[in-house]
């Protein structure tokens, strides 16, 4: 929810030039970030905060965005020389996201009038390495976008960094609850959770599934007749679905009544994502007429309340839940879509060789090429082997990008893969929702590369995200980002593998 956060912007100025200079600099900088507000690209308003002429005034504007829960990032620019040690102790107390914008007041020099006036406002060609000096040499972790403020190239990458700020600040306060613990012996989707949290920000916490099954024993029949109206008018089905009588519609309806639980218990603790694993249902034997406990794993639920916002991680996979937030969350008012997906099945086919991404249920609608269908099928995997409703579509054949965190022992790396979604066929006999991708640069080196890397079989998926987000999230939160893309090539990606190793032993506060 953009409209509960805000940048806010600071211009670096000096009293060299007189009070009347700081005046007009105030005036531009008002001017500039209405300008900004106004252009409609950046869904983070941004506020100005005036100028900042000494130490003292940069430290309380710092220390006054730290506490300011609606902050979720700072903007400078520096309309002239602001002498940079003035920075320093404002800087080093600063722990939220930092853009710096490289931009003037003034568009084209205007080489007849131009005089030291005019010179006096329009000096951040200097100003900006000065201030930009001290960034580096205090190794501040920032993002520089260089353009005139007018311009929609520059807004658009202000926009970028404003969408990952506010998600990181969404990812401060993120709960990740696990129903039921990870799929026993698998490695990849395991990490650290205590460092998760000191370095992501997010909390991952254990409730047992009997728990959730409290809130599944309160949801009203009512309120699951009308869920299923709801799935009949949004979705594609057979008629014969809709016959109560029917197996089929009973399916649906324990469906139903599983996204009504999970949502109760998600709400009431408050939680912004989490992970389910089939081998953990609720205890009681399915044969029992009066079993207590979700008939199959709660595949619909989870495709729905990933369109909705909430993380998710198949198989207990808290890392990708909480990744899927953050996706969901940067890509808000965005047209195309994201969803958690699995590297499922290879498809060797020449130049076109690709990877089928599903899984067995939990794929995110909001990348359904056309409307979803409805449908009841066997699912025999897990403790309980029974019909379950799941959405069934393809996705679009689009360009999109792909990532993962994995836990590298001592320190997270944030792998990220440029792809290209192609048009995937059917699959009558494996009725779950599907994306057929071409990994950049190729099929051989994007998967090689991404098992160099020790990428998951999880992803995240946008189709509206470009790389741009991930290297500005993997900026903010300090961790390492692999990325692969059109450009990559093997020699070169495990060196730089190599040279990632060292530069995070030797830089410990970021491991
Ligand atoms: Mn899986």
Known sequence: MFENYEIW??????????????????????????????SGRIPVKIVYKGTANSSREVADIMKAANNDDRCVGVMTWMHTFSPAKM?????????????????????????????????????????????????????????????????????????????????????????????????????????????????????????PVSELMEYWKKVDAADVDALVETYFKEYAHDKALEEKESAGYKSVWNAARAELALRAILKAKGAKGFTTNFDDLGCDDINDPNFVGFDQIPGLASQRLMAEGYGFGAEGDWKSAALYRTVWFMSQG?????????????????????????????????????????????????????????????????????????DLGNRFRLIVNDVECIKSKPLPKLPVASALWIPMPDFETGAAAWILAGGTHHSCFSYDLTSEYWEDYAEIAGIEMAHINKDTTIPTFKNELRWNEVYYMLNKSLC
């Open 87 to 207: 920075w320093i102790h404002g800087l080093q107390q600063l722990n939220k996201p930092l853009l710096h914008f490289h931009t003037q007041y003034n568009a084209e020099i205007p080489w007849d009038t131009m005089d030291m006036d005019f010179m006096n406002l329009n000096q951040s060609a200097h100003g900006d390495r000065e201030f930009g000096h001290i960034c580096t040499r205090m190794r501040l972790r920032r993002k520089v976008v260089v353009g005139h403020w007018t311009d929609a190239k520059a807004q658009d990458r202000i926009a970028v960094w404003a969408r990952v700020a506010a998600a990181w600040a969404d990812s401060q306060d993120m709960l990740i609850i696990r129903f039921g613990d990870q799929m026993n012996n698998v490695a990849v989707t395991d990490g650290d959770k205590v460092e998760a949290e000191q370095r992501l920000g997010y909390h991952v916490d254990y409730t």
């Open 9 to 38: 912007w600071v211009t670096g100025a000096q009293l060299l030039y007189g009070g009347d200079a700081v005046i007009s600099v105030d005036a531009h900088s008002k001017e500039m970030v209405e300008g900004l507000n106004k």
């Open 334 to 406: 965005l047209p195309k879509g994201c969803s958690f997906l699995e590297d499922y099945t290879l498809n060797f086919d020449g130049a076109n060789s690709s990877i089928l991404q599903a899984h067995m249920l939990e794929i995110c609608p909001l990348i359904a090429e056309e409307r979803p269908r409805l449908e009841v099928h066997f699912l025999g995997i897990g403790v309980r082997k029974a019909q379950t409703a799941r959405l069934v579509f393809t996705s679009k054949p689009e360009k999109g990008v792909t990532a993962t965190v994995v």
